[in-house]
Each structure stands twice: as structure tokens, then as C-alpha cells.
């Protein structure tokens, strides 16, 4: 879908009710429920389109330790690239970040998640990638997270931090199940290819500019695990 829908997309209305361009990339505020944690390892999935920019921008985030793409919201037998395309298995494209909440809590993840790695009010599509496996959606893997979840959503959407409603879905992790090999890394390995070039280096440079106190210039390379 990807590499079908790119060019097209290029010259893509953005649909009535979502956010303007305006919305994204600036700093939003922190969530004011966000329990500590102790734990010098935590992790949860997040969708929002397509995984290569949201594991190049995660990758760059200070207290992030790996991240894999993959697929959640389905089951494990059709979690392939081909079928998941197909838009019929539940799956959507998500990112399995691990991070030290003593460094980085999920709050902040969540700021960075909802600020520039994605727009949060575009129902079943990002950018230029159409269908239901590019949803935004939260799996948490916690009560907390949970609980954080849905409150930073209902704090944002009473602050009107958005022109459009959040469509950004909360569910429990199921199953994460990594995607294959060629995809991980994807922006470090492939930087000049044009989806890259147009649609994620953009979101890290959004990264190094709003959130300066969250980048790291040196990404966590999965590849080099």
C-alpha cells in the first residue's frame, strides 16, 4: 500500500475534521497523570501509521532502548506483511518500544507519540498510507498505562490542543509480533528513498526541534542488537 498509494498522495486533500498543519509539531502539554516507575524496564506498543517512521522517530528518544516494528491487533498466523496489506486481518502497523521510565516516563513517550510522530485525529489512515493497519492506536501492556492513556486523551480534548476530535484507540496488548527483517531499521538503511524523504525525516526533524530535551542525535539501531 505503501509504495502504491505515495505518489498519489502527494497531492492529498487532507479530509474535513482533522487537524491542520498548524496542530502537529509543537510542544503539547505534559499528561497530568503519569505514575512513576520504578522498573528499569517498561515497554508498550503504539500504532500510528507506517512503522518505519514511527521507529525512526522512537529510536532517537532518550531512555529508549529498542524498538521493533511490527504488527498488533490481530492474530499471529496472518501477521505477515502481504496479508496485513490486504486490510482484512485487524493487525495495524505498531512500533514495540522498550524504555527506562527512570529516564523517559510513558507520559512523555505519549507527548512525543501525539505531538510529531503521528496526527491523532486522521481515522484509519496517516499521511499517504490508507486502510486500517495504519489506525492510531495505543496497546498498553499495564493498568497504568492504561489509566495514563485515557486521561492524557480526555486532557487533550478538553484542552482543544486539536482543530479535529482524537480517534486515537486504547486497547490491551494482545500480541506483538515483529515484522520482517527488511523492514526493521528501514529510514537508517534506506535515508534518500522518496517515501523516507517526504514523509519521516520530516517527523525527526520535527523531534530535534520541539522536543530538544528528548532527542538523541545517535538512533538505537535494532540491526546492530
Same mark, same amino acid.
Given at each position: 500500500?505503501?509504495?502504491?498509494?505515495?505518489?498519489?498522495? &502527494?497531492?492529498?486533500?487532507?479530509?474535513?475534521? &482533522?487537524?491542520?498543519?498548524? +496542530?502537529? +509539531?509543537?510542544?503539547?502539554?505534559?499528561?497530568?497523570? %503519569?505514575?512513576?516507575?520504578?522498573?528499569?524496564?517498561?515497554?508498550?506498543?503504539?500504532?500510528?501509521?507506517?512503522?518505519?517512521?514511527?521507529?525512526?522517530?522512537?529510536?532517537?528518544?532518550?531512555?529508549?532502548?529498542?524498538?521493533?516494528?511490527?504488527?498488533?491487533?490481530?492474530?499471529?498466523?496472518?501477521? &505477515?506483511?502481504?496479508?496485513?496489506?490486504?486490510?482484512? &486481518?485487524?493487525?495495524?502497523?505498531?512500533?514495540?518500544?522498550?524504555?527506562?521510565?527512570?529516564?523517559?516516563?510513558?507520559?512523555?513517550?505519549?507527548?512525543?507519540?501525539?505531538?510529531?510522530?503521528? +496526527?491523532?485525529?486522521?481515522?484509519?489512515?496517516?499521511?499517504?498510507?490508507?486502510?486500517?493497519?495504519?489506525?492510531?492506536?495505543?496497546?498498553?501492556?499495564?493498568? %497504568?498505562?492504561?489509566?495514563?492513556?485515557?486521561?492524557?486523551?480526555?486532557?487533550?480534548?478538553?484542552?482543544?490542543?486539536?482543530?479535529?476530535?482524537?480517534?486515537?484507540?486504547?486497547?490491551?496488548?494482545?500480541?506483538?509480533?515483529?515484522? !520482517?527483517?527488511?523492514?526493521? %531499521?528501514?529510514?537508517?538503511?534506506?535515508?534518500?528513498?522518496?517515501?523516507?524523504?517526504?514523509? %519521516?525525516?520530516?517527523?525527526? !526533524?520535527?523531534?530535534?526541534?520541539?522536543?530538544?530535551?528528548?532527542?538523541?542525535? +545517535?538512533?538505537?539501531?535494532?540491526?546492530?542488537?
Amino acid at each position: 500500500m505503501k509504495f502504491a498509494l505515495f505518489f498519489a498522495a &502527494t497531492a492529498l486533500v487532507a479530509f474535513s475534521g &482533522t487537524a491542520s498543519g498548524e +496542530d502537529l +509539531d509543537r510542544r503539547i502539554g505534559a499528561p497530568q497523570l %503519569d505514575p512513576a516507575n520504578a522498573a528499569s524496564t517498561e515497554t508498550v506498543v503504539l500504532a500510528g501509521g507506517c512503522f518505519w517512521g514511527q521507529q525512526a522517530v522512537f529510536e532517537h528518544v532518550k531512555g529508549v532502548s529498542k524498538v521493533v516494528a511490527g504488527y498488533s491487533g490481530g492474530a499471529k498466523a496472518t501477521a &505477515t506483511y502481504p496479508q496485513v496489506t490486504t486490510e482484512s &486481518t485487524g493487525h495495524a502497523e505498531s512500533v514495540e518500544i522498550t524504555f527506562d521510565p527512570r529516564v523517559v516516563s510513558f507520559g512523555k513517550l505519549l507527548q512525543v507519540y501525539f505531538s510529531v510522530a503521528h +496526527d491523532p485525529t486522521e481515522l484509519n489512515y496517516q499521511g499517504p498510507d490508507e486502510g486500517s493497519s495504519y489506525r492510531s492506536e495505543i496497546f498498553f501492556s499495564s493498568v %497504568d498505562q492504561e489509566k495514563t492513556a485515557r486521561a492524557y486523551i480526555a486532557q487533550l480534548q478538553a484542552g482543544r490542543v486539536f482543530s479535529g476530535p482524537i480517534v486515537t484507540k486504547v486497547e490491551k496488548l494482545k500480541g506483538f509480533y515483529p515484522a !520482517e527483517a527488511y523492514h526493521q %531499521d528501514y529510514l537508517i538503511q534506506h535515508p534518500t528513498q522518496p517515501y523516507i524523504v517526504y514523509n %519521516d525525516l520530516p517527523k525527526l !526533524e520535527a523531534l530535534k526541534r520541539v522536543w530538544p530535551e528528548f532527542y538523541r542525535p +545517535d538512533p538505537v539501531r535494532l540491526a546492530s542488537r
